[in-house]
């Protein structure tokens, strides 16, 4: 299963999310966000080498707390990368008993269209501010063009009460709020996931029941 | 079951088929095809090169052009009957379909032979391609492929369709850091194209290779040169570009004894033997640069630097 997760707008904590969703599905992270990866890298042959046809996907997956095909962060890689190859890419590491999280990339381009139109299913993240909801809202309409089911939407790093219920509405998928807690954005550079490190935490119990949604959104699978 | 008649005329006032090919200019004239009917379909007013034939139900106007050894091929389609209905457009010239394109990935409905799509009722279809094949007549074979619904059942969108619709998120040439994306050089034999894609593949892994900042000044790249230096290496370019255009235009339509004079001036005939090409890429380069240069007037009239506000406020 393919699931991907996106949110229209930069920085709301999306990498963070999938690194920690791909950490409690156990589950193969895959970095696409071909021109601004944060997902860590290291040495050997990334996504942009994939999509460039230089390298098998497989070869590119590294092993780690969490499995992770990484994305290198070069311009001149992300300008070599087709991301039309993205669907044959995902189909080699799509296994029947394993989610494949892809981490995509802010915006509305076709970077950030193509992982939503080859998945399953997707989850959102948002900012929990207001205006934050307007690039939700288109992404979640170009998911629903493309078809990826929207099983959840993160309201990410909230602190106070969110307004769950108004992101619930107008999105139209159950909302979880996950609160800002800084053991989760330190968790990607750490390389330790809080949902495996403090699964009780507000934050772990967070991020396990939208993996819970997830689980429940495969189709006839484990 | 395939019926020909002229076209009335006026009937395709405003109509694409018997417009003028836009884009055509005098160069095809050096390529005349006998016979095709290529200035004369051009310079047509009657659209007497335009043909309307009936086949499937389908009413088609078509007009082919050829130049440059490419037909130009237009077609309406039109759906006399009240309820919509698909076609198959099967290209029947003796090439690939070259499909329009939008970011790079061929408009819905396109491929290598041919065209399908919906025509809505009493309606038409504007369709145009091109195909490195001398030209036939009628171009296409249409097709009738029922009702919509049941065919237009259409699958996921494939990555293809996304990219067309949503745009290629490369990150544009002139961002990217490396030679393909610096100021343009004499140097000749670098393709203006030039991606940085094949440059990468001759490298070691080229994820670690390019781009990063050590890499700028390293390499075939002489260290970059200060803002002088750029500009009087610009000019030098913008000079040996204006050498190639002026033999350029001694050879285009001269004289045998002038063509002769031209080339020995120029070095021989291995000296223009890549001309063309070259002359090619300058346009393409010196377009770009144009734009590009535009764009940034354009920029550097609106700005206002408030200096005297800031000599007041340091």
Redesign the interface.
């Known amino acids: 299963m393919i699931l991907a997760v996106a949110g229209g707008k930069g920085g709301v904590g999306k990498s963070t999310l999938a690194f920690e969703l791909a950490a409690a599905l156990d589950g193969l992270l895959v970095d696409a966000d071909l021109g601004m990866a944060d997902l860590p890298t290291g040495r050997g042959p990334d996504l942009h080498d994939v999509l460039a046809g230089r390298a098998d996907p497989r070869e590119a997956v590294r092993d780690g707390p969490v499995r992770i095909l990484p994305c290198g962060r070069s311009l001149a890689g992300a300008r070599a990368a087709d991301v039309a190859r993205m669907g044959d890419a995902l189909d080699a590491l799509d296994r029947p008993d394993e989610t494949l999280v892809v981490d995509c990339p802010a915006g509305m381009r076709a970077d950030a269209g193509v992982p939503l139109a080859l998945a399953d299913a997707c989850v959102l993240v948002a900012s929990p501010r207001r205006f934050a909801l307007a690039d939700a809202v288109r992404t979640r309409e170009l998911a629903r063009e493309l078809d990826a089911g929207l099983v959840a939407v993160a309201v990410n790093r909230t602190v106070d009460e969110p307004p769950l219920e108004a992101f619930e509405r107008t999105l139209g998928a159950p909302a979880t709020a996950v609160p800002a807690d800084p053991r989760l954005g330190r968790a990607v550079s750490t390389g330790r996931p809080v949902v495996r490190t403090a699964p009780s935490s507000a934050g772990g119990s967070a991020v396990r029941s939208i993996a819970d949604a997830v689980r429940r959104a495969r189709p006839g699978r484990a | 079951m395939t019926t020909t008649r002229p076209t009335e005329m006026g009937a395709f006032v405003g109509d694409p088929v018997a417009d003028d090919a836009p884009g055509d200019d005098d160069a095809s004239g050096d390529h005349d095809t006998p016979g095709d009917g290529d200035s004369a379909a051009d310079d047509d007013p009657a659209g007497t090169a335009a043909t309307e034939i009936e086949e499937a139900g389908f009413r088609l106007r078509y007009r082919v052009t050829a130049a440059d050894g490419l037909s130009l091929v237009r077609i309406v389609v039109c759906n006399p009957a009240p309820v919509d209905r698909r076609v198959r457009i099967d290209n029947r010239l003796d090439g690939a379909v070259l499909a329009p394109r939008r970011?790079g990935?061929p408009e819905a409905g396109w491929d290598d032979a041919g065209y399908c799509g919906t025509v809505p009722a009493g309606d038409s279809l504007t369709l145009g391609y091109a195909c490195e094949a001398p030209p036939v007549r009628p171009p296409v074979a249409v097709s009738g492929r029922g009702r919509p619904d049941e065919a237009d059942a259409d699958d996921?969108?494939?990555?293809?369709?996304?990219?067309r619709?949503?745009?290629?998120?490369?990150?544009p040439?002139d961002?990217?850091?490396?030679p393909a994306a610096t100021a343009p050089r004499g140097d000749r034999d670098r393709s203006p194209s030039a991606?940085?894609?094949p440059a990468?593949?001759a490298g070691t892994?080229?994820?670690?290779t390019?781009?990063?900042p050590a890499d700028e000044g390293s390499a075939d790249e002489p260290s970059r040169p200060s803002e002088h230096g750029t500009h009087a290496a610009a000019v030098a370019w913008l000079d040996s570009v204006e050498a190639r255009v002026e033999l350029g235009e001694r050879l285009t339509g001269a004289s045998l004894a002038a063509a002769t004079d031209a080339v020995d001036d120029a070095g021989g005939l291995a000296a223009v033997d890549d001309l063309p090409e070259t002359l090619a890429a300058d346009a393409a380069r010196l377009a770009a640069l144009a734009e590009r240069a535009e764009r940034l007037a354009a920029r550097a009239d609106e700005t206002d630097v408030p200096v005297a506000a800031l000599e007041r406020l340091a």
């Open positions: 970011e990935v996921a969108p494939s990555p293809a369709a996304v990219v619709r949503l745009g290629s998120p490369a990150p040439r961002a990217v850091p490396g991606l940085p894609a990468a593949e892994t080229a994820s670690e390019e781009g990063s």
